[in-house]
């Protein structure tokens, strides 16, 4: 336990949450979709139970670094493009992200909600089925960030499960707030598309920087909530 009396070793920490928490906020907007379309009562148990499978996943990952490392090496090859495990993982990730999110928006525009909901296709077993397919995409791209950053496997638990809990703590919030507004379900889901599209290409070798995907959702979000404030003055104003 040496290590956590040196400074280098809280900063990386701190860098490692924060990034985790970061990666994450996709994860929980697709969470959030999918346990909205639950009963009430069972929309907090696919919430906290997807988010603990994440947990696990990314922990039992973390344990199998050397396996981990071994995906990224080609097993196909096709003249000069090489595709390697991790590749194909994230190409059937974005390429599922893809279908998901328009069938969801189709639904939403075409007003296919109510019909759909009652289904039984929309069980709690499905709605996991789901998120945890995401999930192993998306911690995926948590390890091998985590593994880019540093190379304690105890500092990335440790990072990865304060990362979790933090989420687990505000996915209500974000689930209730993306449930309760249309366009910020259509904005969600808008996001899960540019994110898929970044998955699609990640896979295929075309590297998009973070930074930007991330740097278009929140300015997007922005806009939106000025838009929010507007309309909802505008209805005072009518109103009064």
Same mark, same amino acid.
């Given at each position: 336990?040496?290590?956590?009396?040196?400074?280098?070793?809280?900063?990386?920490?701190? $860098?490692?949450?924060?990034?985790?928490?970061?990666?994450? #906020?996709? =994860?929980?907007? /697709? #969470?959030?979709?999918?346990?909205?379309?639950?009963?009430?009562?069972?929309?907090?148990?696919?919430?906290?139970?997807?988010?603990?499978?994440?947990?696990?996943?990314?922990?039992?990952? %973390? %344990?199998?670094?050397?396996?981990?490392?071994? %995906? +990224?090496? @080609?097993?196909?090859?096709?003249?000069?493009?090489?595709?390697?495990?991790?590749?194909?993982?994230?190409?059937?990730?974005?390429?599922?992200?893809?279908?998901?999110?328009?069938?969801?928006?189709?639904?939403?525009?075409?007003?296919?909600?109510? $019909?759909?909901?009652?289904?039984?296709? =929309?069980?709690?077993?499905?709605?996991?089925?789901? #998120?945890?397919?995401?999930?192993?995409?998306?911690?995926?791209?948590?390890?091998? +960030?985590?593994?880019?950053?540093?190379?304690?496997?105890?500092?990335?638990?440790?990072?990865? $499960?304060?990362?979790?809990?933090?989420?687990?703590?505000?996915?209500?919030?974000?689930?209730? &707030?993306? =449930?309760?507004?249309?366009?910020?379900?259509?904005?969600?889901?808008? /996001?899960?598309? %540019?994110?898929? !599209?970044?998955?699609?290409?990640?896979?295929?070798?075309?590297?998009? @920087?973070?930074?930007?995907?991330?740097?278009? !959702? &929140?300015?997007?979000?922005?806009?939106?909530?000025? =838009?929010?404030? &507007?309309?909802?003055?505008?209805?005072? +104003?009518?109103?009064?």
């Amino acid at each position: 336990m040496e290590i956590f009396l040196q400074p280098d070793t809280w900063i990386a920490l701190l $860098t490692l949450t924060f990034m985790e928490i970061v990666l994450g #906020i996709d =994860n929980i907007i /697709f #969470i959030s979709i999918v346990a909205g379309r639950l009963p009430k009562d069972q929309q907090k148990k696919a919430r906290i139970g997807g988010l603990s499978i994440a947990l696990i996943m990314r922990i039992l990952l %973390l %344990l199998s670094i050397t396996w981990i490392i071994g %995906l +990224t090496e @080609p097993v196909l090859e096709y003249m000069e493009f090489e595709l390697s495990w991790k590749d194909i993982i994230l190409v059937a990730g974005g390429i599922f992200l893809l279908v998901k999110s328009t069938l969801e928006i189709h639904q939403k525009v075409e007003g296919h909600e109510e $019909t759909t909901e009652v289904k039984s296709v =929309n069980s709690f077993g499905y709605a996991i089925l789901q #998120i945890v397919m995401l999930d192993l995409v998306f911690s995926f791209d948590s390890i091998l +960030t985590a593994i880019g950053l540093t190379d304690l496997v105890l500092l990335m638990i440790i990072a990865i $499960t304060i990362a979790i809990i933090v989420m687990m703590i505000f996915a209500k919030a974000v689930s209730d &707030f993306v =449930n309760k507004h249309p366009t910020i379900q259509i904005l969600a889901l808008s /996001f899960l598309i %540019l994110i898929g !599209v970044m998955l699609l290409v990640e896979g295929l070798h075309y590297h998009v @920087p973070k930074g930007y995907i991330y740097f278009s !959702v &929140f300015f997007s979000l922005a806009i939106e909530m000025l =838009n929010m404030r &507007f309309r909802r003055k505008k209805k005072e +104003t009518a109103e009064a």
